[in-house]
């Protein structure tokens, strides 16, 4: 149990063009999903808290019309990244709580590469 | 949060038990002590999490001091898959994870 999955799994797009990503949580449902960041060689950052049926709460520095985040069931989290530019090529990875409300679970995250 | 510390990187022996320390000195009552690890190029993986108590499950033990400053994961009989990088959050539950540098863990043949 506890499983997320996301997609896709990599991602190579042009400058300018925007992608979406989802997030699933597949065996549970999860009232709140979190985005996280990772760039070579460094830990994950928190980007966003996502819960369903509201609006998303962006860490300070990340751009909200940037990085939209919709949550719009208990189960689904998007993440589109619009007007994507090379600076943005990361790696994208998305958590969901699980039934005991104290437990995260991580997505296997997404690779883009921006070019 | 809390704020943890933990060595940048051990060695352990293939089939020995790897012990990994953590500190956090400044846990407050309420918050869980969560390990995780991340295996290169995928996401985090849910190791164990606990409160006071010393815990158990099919991955791992974690030792807990009673004051709750420090604790250890122990993975009783390492192979190579585990290397990774191995996190040591406190957290309340059900909030974001900040991530530090963990503990770069490689197993040797």
């Known amino acids: 149990g506890a499983v997320v999955s996301q997609h896709p799994s990599w991602v190579i797009c042009k400058s300018g063009t925007s992608v979406k990503i989802e997030c699933r949580s597949l065996?549970?449902?999860?009232?709140?999903m979190f985005w996280y960041r990772q760039f070579p060689k460094q830990s994950l950052m928190l980007m966003a808290t996502?819960?369903?049926?509201?609006?998303?709460?962006?860490e300070q520095g990340v751009e909200k019309d940037k990085f939209l985040i919709n949550h719009a069931s208990l189960t689904l989290s998007t993440l589109t990244v619009t007007s994507a530019h090379p600076e943005d090529s990361s790696f994208y990875i998305c958590s969901a709580t699980g039934r005991d409300q104290e437990t995260q679970y991580f997505g296997p995250g997404t690779r883009l590469l921006v070019l | 949060d809390a704020k943890t510390t933990q060595p940048t990187s051990m060695d352990c022996a293939e089939g020995r038990a790897a012990n990994l320390p953590c500190n956090h000195s400044?846990?407050?009552?309420?918050?869980?002590v969560y390990w995780y690890r991340q295996i290169h190029s995928q996401g985090p993986q849910y190791i164990i999490h606990g409160l006071k108590n010393n815990e158990t499950n099919e991955m791992a033990s974690l030792i807990i001091t009673e004051d709750r400053k420090s604790s250890t994961l122990i993975l009783p009989h390492a192979t190579l898959r585990d290397t990774a990088v191995y996190y040591c959050?406190?957290?309340?539950?059900?909030?974001?994870?900040?991530f530090g540098t963990g503990t770069r863990l490689t197993i040797i043949p």
């Open positions: 959050i406190v957290n309340f539950g059900n909030e974001k994870l900040t």
């Open positions: 400044t846990i407050s009552g309420n918050e869980y």
């Open positions: 065996d549970f449902q999860a009232t709140t």
């Open positions: 996502s819960n369903e049926g509201s609006k998303a709460t962006y």
